[in-house]
């Protein structure tokens, strides 16, 4: 005989503890993994000039500040954005080569202190070829 409200002894229980356990060190790993920053796909609004393109003989180096006036250097960012932080990375990735193009890729809102501040890490360096990059401005079709 039975007494109701009482518990069988052969209830079925499901332990969740070791499932629990998994999906953690699942979470774990996908958070680690994971990469949430990708600086060579780094999007950048240049200005525009009507200026025709000129072609850039040898491999040039390229100097990308952002709108908020970070710099990168090879798709790394200068992390201090004083003025010499910016030369020693400049320095370091360029090296003694000096004759070297440089192409400065800014964001149409990027302050203009910042554009200074590269310029004249450059110039401090000794870069003399320096281009900045633009595009050319959209025309309509009724113009």
């Avoid at 005989?1 to 790993?29: K, Q, Y």
């Avoid at 090879?74 to 192409?103: C, Q, Y």
Wanted: avoid cysteine.
């Amino acid at each position: 005989m039975r007494i109701a409200g009482g518990r069988r002894e052969d209830d079925f229980e499901i332990n969740v503890i070791s499932l629990i356990d998994v999906l953690l060190t699942l979470l774990m790993f996908f958070v680690l993994t994971t990469t949430f920053v990708q600086h060579s796909r780094m999007q950048v609004t240049l200005p525009q000039a009507d200026s025709h393109e000129s072609e850039v003989t040898r491999d040039a180096f390229v100097l990308l500040i952002d709108r908020d006036g970070r710099f990168y250097i090879d798709n790394n960012e200068v992390l201090n954005p004083s003025l010499d932080s910016l030369k020693e990375s400049i320095g370091r990735f360029a090296g003694e080569d000096h004759d070297r193009p440089v192409i400065l890729r800014a964001d149409a809102l990027t302050p203009h202190q910042a554009v200074v501040t590269a310029m004249d890490a450059l110039a401090q360096l000794g870069f003399t070829h320096l281009s900045i990059a633009t595009t050319q401005p959209t025309t309509t079709a009724g113009k």
